[in-house]
């Protein structure tokens, strides 16, 4: 069974840090881009971050970049979000998805197309409050 399992999340403080795991069974990340998406009470899921299959190409959305770092251990079929100072309103379902068709390139704009991914986990929480 092909899964993607996200974890990581939690409760953390405005201005904390958290790294989300987004780890992978059933077939290998490595022939995958892997991007993270989020979801927000009463809002549209948005994208986050991509990287491609080698990690040589990376994107961010505007408002995190900066602050989020996205990255990859295909050794361990893994891949990872750092996240630093968090704002309350990135309080969300943190999601990750893996696409074959992004998997050289995810640089440019429609690295964020939600039809270009085949594979989702099915999230994990931030919530950032004090």
């Known amino acids: 069974q092909l899964q993607l399992v996200e974890s990581g999340g939690g409760l953390v403080q405005p201005g904390g840090s958290l790294r989300l795991s987004c780890a992978a069974s059933g077939f290998t990340l490595n022939s995958y881009a892997i991007g993270w998406f989020r979801q927000a009470p009463g809002k549209e899921r948005e994208g986050v971050s991509c990287?491609?299959?080698?990690?040589?190409?990376?994107n961010y959305a505007d408002s995190v970049k900066g602050r989020f770092t996205i990255s990859r251990d295909n050794v361990k079929n893994t891949v990872y979000l750092q996240m630093n100072s968090l704002k309350p309103e990135e309080t969300a379902i943190y999601y990750c998805?893996?696409?074959?068709?992004?998997?050289?390139?995810?640089?440019?704009?429609?690295?964020?197309?939600?039809?270009?991914?085949?594979?989702w986990g099915q999230g994990t929480q931030v919530t950032v409050s004090s």
């Open positions: 998805a893996a696409s074959r068709f992004l998997r050289s390139f995810c640089g440019l704009g429609g690295a964020f197309s939600e039809g270009r991914y085949d594979y």
């Open positions: 990287i491609s299959s080698s990690g040589g190409s990376t």
